[in-house]
């Protein structure tokens, strides 16, 4: 029998989650091939090379680059900012790649829809990276679910704390601080959340409600004689839980490489020069942000089942609790630091059960195993018959992002929104 060749990848953006997706591909050399990755910083492309360990890798210096050098792989993942998705992803199709599109899909809920049309047109697959999907822990929440050990669905509540450092990071300093410049909160973090939401309710929601603001990261919030950058000397620097230098000290690892591509090697005053010039110097308080650091969403449902989440920035980790005709089910991140269990499962009638996963090993730590998750499935997923669905395929995610955009629009309004009437606007 003649052996299957390895399905070739190629990335447009070689920063922190292409170097994380190709890392694991690496793993499966009888599965996966990196031939080519494009960056317009050299030094990313050259980490991806490196990864590859294949000598005819293909460096380009931009996506128009790689896109202009035809169809070089099978697939292509597509690890770029935010606004930059629809191009790419769109450019990639066009090409005849199958695509791994980091989320979200756009910052658009028209882009968005666009880009299932050309998947569905050119019959190539799109794979969202929802990693929580391919997480052990909402894998064991949806395999419980799926039991019927709950009984009927009726309520869903979930959460995530971003965790103020996170937050300080991305959305106050970092590249999704300024919503017009990259999307709101609900989309740019939290996609994860309304899709894991709509994936483990098992159909489409029918309206939304949402409340949340910026509350904390504002100027008027700072310390007294707060300098707009941390390397200024801060009177409030000793006792500040967001002090940016802190870069070269506890926060070092896993935050500064994703932002600073020398922070492998780099000295403390190397890291403190950058510091004086970077947006990740910058005092919290005195940023031109406007993303929430706070938000609460209400769903329904098809068939009655509510839902709600909420995000803040000042916690850390998630968790769920869904409630059922036979019995509750509980779990996350303080279940599995405070009481040695992941999820506990509270019948109504009977005695609790508890469950303990296992993640899979490797990948972006705060994705929790589900980046390996997501590659060790993409080769299965990417052989399927096109007609068959994906694991985390357009046709579920599309609705997920539209959910997200409705929570975006009931919130600056003060509406209820149906996703229908959000349908409704979008459509040509």
Not at 285 to 299: E, I
Not at 369 to 377: C, H, K, Q, W
């Amino acid at each position: 029998m003649t052996p299957i060749p390895p399905l070739t990848l190629a990335c447009i953006g070689c920063g922190a989650r292409a170097q994380t997706y190709t890392q694991l591909a690496r793993r499966h050399p009888r599965q996966f091939q990196i031939v080519a990755g494009a960056d317009p910083v050299p030094d990313r492309v050259e980490k991806i090379r490196r990864i590859s360990e294949n000598p005819t890798f293909r460096g380009f210096p931009s996506a128009d680059a790689i896109l202009g050098a035809g169809k070089i792989a099978d697939i292509m993942i597509v690890a770029t900012q935010d606004n930059d998705h629809f191009e790419h992803c769109r450019g990639a199709l066009q090409l005849g790649y199958d695509v791994l599109l980091e989320k979200p899909i756009s910052t658009r809920a028209a882009q968005v829809l666009e880009i299932e049309r050309l998947a569905r047109a050119a019959g190539k697959r799109v794979m969202v990276c929802f990693v929580l999907r391919f997480a052990a822990f909402y894998r064991k929440v949806k395999e419980i679910l799926d039991s019927g050990a709950l009984g009927e669905l009726v309520s869903i509540q979930a959460s995530e704390g971003v965790n103020p450092w996170h937050q300080a990071h991305s959305f106050v300093r970092g590249h999704w601080s300024v919503v017009e410049k990259s999307s709101p909160m609900i989309l740019s973090k939290c996609c994860h959340d309304v899709d894991i939401v709509h994936w483990l309710a098992g159909r489409r929601c029918v309206r939304i409600s949402s409340f949340g603001s910026l509350e904390c990261f504002r100027p008027e919030r700072a310390p007294a004689g707060a300098p707009a950058r941390c390397t200024e000397g801060c009177p409030a620097g000793e006792t500040c839980p967001y002090n940016a230098l802190r870069y070269a000290q506890d926060q070092r690892f896993p935050w500064l490489p994703m932002v600073y591509d020398r922070a492998q090697d780099a000295s403390v005053e190397e890291i403190t020069a950058w510091l004086r010039s970077s947006p990740w110097g910058r005092c919290v308080y005195h940023c031109d942000n406007d993303a929430v650091d706070r938000q609460v969403l209400a769903m329904e449902f098809e068939g009655g089942v509510t839902a709600t989440f909420t995000m803040t920035a000042f916690a850390t980790g998630r968790h769920i609790e869904i409630c059922g005709t036979k019995g509750v089910l509980k779990g996350g991140e303080s279940y599995r630091q405070h009481f040695g269990t992941h999820l506990i499962l509270l019948p109504h009638a009977g005695e609790p059960v508890r469950y303990t996963v296992q993640a899979e090993d490797g990948g972006y730590e705060l994705h929790g195993g589900g980046d390996p998750g997501l590659v060790n499935a993409l080769y299965d997923e990417m052989t399927k018959p096109v007609s068959a669905p994906l694991a985390a395929g357009l046709d579920s995610t599309v609705h997920s992002h539209l959910m997200a955009f409705a929570a975006e629009e009931a919130r600056l309004t003060g509406r209820v929104v149906t996703v229908e009437d959000l349908l409704r606007k979008v459509l040509p």
